[in-house]
């Protein structure tokens, strides 16, 4: 697609292919969003799907209870029959109630914002031991000396499993998480059945162990809260607790790197905005919440409707049986809704974003991705008082999960 204006262009919005898109697209992918809110809101992919890029249709659809996200028929012909399968058809993630339900109702209490709290110490250590670290190192890549640390280490933590372990399990995580991208090569995928099966056997002695344990607490790590509820009489199968501990690494480690990474990254971009963040002239959590907005670290979700949507904007009906792609990453741009949606406002209220979702599989995590993000992003800004590139920050190439492959830097 060639991007001819920044005006409404039906026939370049229609040729957009979001299984083939340009390179210039991982760098910023706003201008063909802004296009396709414009001129084709309700847009037919060539695979026959449907992507949807406004606020008003994504929230109607991600709320919308009779959409299903279980694709055990498509992720068998993707993936074959194996490790990589059973996870990607085991977690609630995707699976639709009862199981979904039945899933998260056990893990929920452990995620509430007031039980995340618990970690809120660990979590300041580890930033100020990280920062030790770049502080030592002055040039750094900020992404993968500082902002993928700190999350795979608490996940770690939460998970109940050594913190030493974090570059190893967020190794083999990655390779579980990869083969969810379009169009992969056949090793990717033979890799991805390895690797889980590699991660399941990591983690079993550590199951085994709370299930021998006479007494154990069930708000101390997932692994614990899930052996409680076994012995409680909830059904959960063993390979379904595993699957929860690869399911909570992978939703929360590179979501939350690329939150803190692009915080870093937009706000040496705005001298305005990172004034305010250093002053404090702006409540963290205010400011944090239009980071989510802005940087959307997971941009497109999949659901499956299940019935006719007639599309509350008018935008037209989408039939029975479709795929949707839901652009969240669009709709929290969207002016419609959001005043001046392409600036960065830490100070904006309302801010009713979707950067972690909406209706059933809103994001478990996000308390706990919050708080990561509004310990660590202000540390940085308080330890450094100058933070300056040391030359030009590379998006990966990754649709769904959008987020700086590097960003070098210079401390001082
Ligand atoms: C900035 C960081 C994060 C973002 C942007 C994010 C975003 C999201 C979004 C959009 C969903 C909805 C998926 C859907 O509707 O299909 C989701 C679900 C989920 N997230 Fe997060 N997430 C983040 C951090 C975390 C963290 C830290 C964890 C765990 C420690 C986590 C675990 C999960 C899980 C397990 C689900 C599935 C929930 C369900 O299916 O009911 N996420 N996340």
């Known amino acids: 697609m060639t991007l001819k204006t920044e005006t409404a262009d039906t026939d370049a919005a229609k040729s957009f292919d979001l299984l083939n898109v340009p390179d210039e697209y991982f760098e910023n992918p706003y201008p063909y969003f802004r296009l396709l809110r414009d001129a084709d809101p309700a847009h037919w992919n060539s695979d026959g799907s449907v992507l949807l890029t406004r606020y008003a249709d994504v929230r109607q659809v991600w709320r919308d209870i009779s959409g299903e996200v279980f694709k055990g028929e498509q ?32 893990v929920n209490p452990f995620f509430s914002q007031a039980s995340i709290q618990s970690v809120r110490g660990f979590i300041e250590e580890t930033v100020e031991k990280y920062l030790d670290v770049v502080a030592e190192k002055r040039d750094i890549d900020f992404v993968s000396d500082f902002a993928f640390r700190l999350p795979v280490a608490v996940i770690c933590k939460l998970i109940g499993v ?107 971009d705005d001298p305005e905005a990172m004034a305010q963040m250093r002053n404090g002239d702006v409540p963290v959590n205010v400011a944090i919440e239009e980071l989510v907005r802005f940087i959307t670290p997971l941009q497109l979700q999949g659901r499956r409707v299940t019935r006719d949507i007639e599309l509350d904007s008018g935008n037209g009906t989408i039939p029975k049986g479709t795929e949707v792609i839901i652009c969240q990453a669009s709709a929290n741009r969207d002016d419609r809704v959001f005043d001046n949606p392409e600036k960065l406002n830490l100070a904006r209220k309302p801010n009713n974003h979707m950067g972690f979702g909406a209706g059933i599989h809103v994001c478990i995590g996000r308390p706990l991705a919050r708080l990561e993000a509004s310990v660590a992003v202000p540390a940085v800004l308080r330890r450094f008082k100058t933070i300056e590139r040391t030359g030009p920050a590379h998006f990966n190439h990754n649709t769904r999960f959008r987020g700086l492959a590097d960003l070098p830097l210079r401390l001082a």
Request: proline share 6%; hydrophobic share 35%; aromatic share 6%.
């Open 75 to 106: 992720f068998g012909q993707r993936f074959g029959e194996g490790p990589l399968l059973e996870h990607h058809t085991s977690t609630m993630l995707f699976r639709d109630p009862p199981d979904h339900d039945r899933l998260r109702n056990i």
């Open 162 to 268: 050594p913190v030493e372990d974090a570059d190893y399990i967020q190794g083999v995580g990655r390779k579980v998480l990869f083969p969810l991208n379009p169009a992969v090569p056949a090793e990717v995928i033979a890799e991805g059945h390895d690797a889980t099966a590699e991660f399941k056997s990591y983690l079993r002695p550590f199951l085994e162990k709370r299930q021998r344990s006479s007494d154990i607490d069930p708000m101390s790590d997932v692994l614990s809260a899930m052996v409680a509820a076994q012995r409680n009489g909830v059904t959960v199968s063993d390979d379904e607790i595993l699957h929860m501990c690869i399911v909570t690494l992978n939703g929360g480690h590179e979501t939350t790197t690329n939150l803190i990474s692009q915080s870093i990254h937009y706000l040496l």
